[in-house]
């Protein structure tokens, strides 16, 4: 049998290292609570600076404002998910994304929807967007991109817009202007020269070939791809008489009708 007194010594080491864990553990908890305290009321926990990222349509200053962010603003201050929805709420944005970052600053990334086209208004150029709207605001450096003219019915110019948007870069590039010239006819005029009549529907799948098409008539010069039933190709100088695009005024055929050149698509 062990005395009680002999188990003394024991008890009383046990009960004393339960009672210093205990107050360590209030002690650490003290100071975290302390130093998060200190944290909030420094200028650690304030929004040092804001970025944003991804702006073309709206000027940065626009997102920031559109946000409700400020610089020394609480950096928990701030709910991130309903900047973002403010953020999107503005024309032309298709989503944005608030982060925070560098443990004091702000990013705003913007996705804005692609300028398909450009659209003149009274007051320049406005973008028409890839999903069929007319930006209000005149882009101070507006993006290549082809001119629409004549689309006085939004339905057609969404269906060029949806065309367009099928095409690779490499031939939209090569676009300046595309116009209407009614029952969803166009005329595209291109940089290269040429001058392509379609229609708007299937246009992009036609224009696929365009390169291909153009390469077999660097020996006929300049003219007229008609893309509206099969490939023609027509020069100036049989449609105008002066082997010139009539782009820069009114058609004038010359007399007779022009010959057509019929192309084919590899």
């Known amino acids: ?10 008890l009383k080491e046990k009960r004393r290292r339960r009672t210093n864990r205990n107050f360590l553990f209030l002690l650490v908890l003290f100071l975290l609570l302390l130093a998060v305290l200190l944290y909030f009321q420094s200028p650690l926990s304030k929004v040092r600076e ?3 990222e991804g702006a073309a349509l709206q000027s940065e200053e626009e997102y920031i404002r559109a946000s409700g962010i400020q610089t020394g603003d609480a950096l928990w201050g701030f709910n991130a998910d309903k900047a973002e929805q403010l953020i999107t709420g503005l024309g032309g944005v298709e989503g944005a994304e608030v982060i925070r970052t560098d443990f004091r600053d702000v990013v705003i990334r913007v996705d804005e929807f692609e300028t398909a086209a450009l659209i003149q208004g009274k007051s320049g150029f406005h973008p028409v967007l890839a999903d069929g709207s007319v930006f209000g605001e005149v882009s101070d450096m507006p993006p290549p991109a082809p001119i629409l003219a004549g689309f006085d019915e939004d339905e057609q110019m969404k269906k060029m817009v949806a065309e367009l948007g099928k095409l690779p870069s490499s031939i939209t590039s090569l676009i300046s202007e595309l116009k209407h010239t009614g029952d969803g006819s166009i005329t595209a005029f291109m940089t290269d020269g040429y001058e392509v009549r379609g229609i708007i529907s299937g246009f992009a799948e036609k224009m696929e070939y ?7 008539l660097r020996e006929e010069g300049k003219g007229v791809i008609d893309l509206e ?6 020069s100036y100088e049989k449609i105008y008489g002066n082997g010139e695009s009539s782009h820069a005024g009114e058609e004038e055929e010359a007399e007779g009708e022009p010959e057509e050149q019929e192309i084919v698509i590899p």
């Open 1 to 10: 049998m062990i005395d009680i007194e002999d188990r003394i010594p024991s």
């Open 229 to 234: 039933a099969g490939v023609y190709f027509t």
């Open 210 to 216: 365009y390169p291909s098409i153009v390469a077999q």
């Open 50 to 52: 804001i970025r944003v």
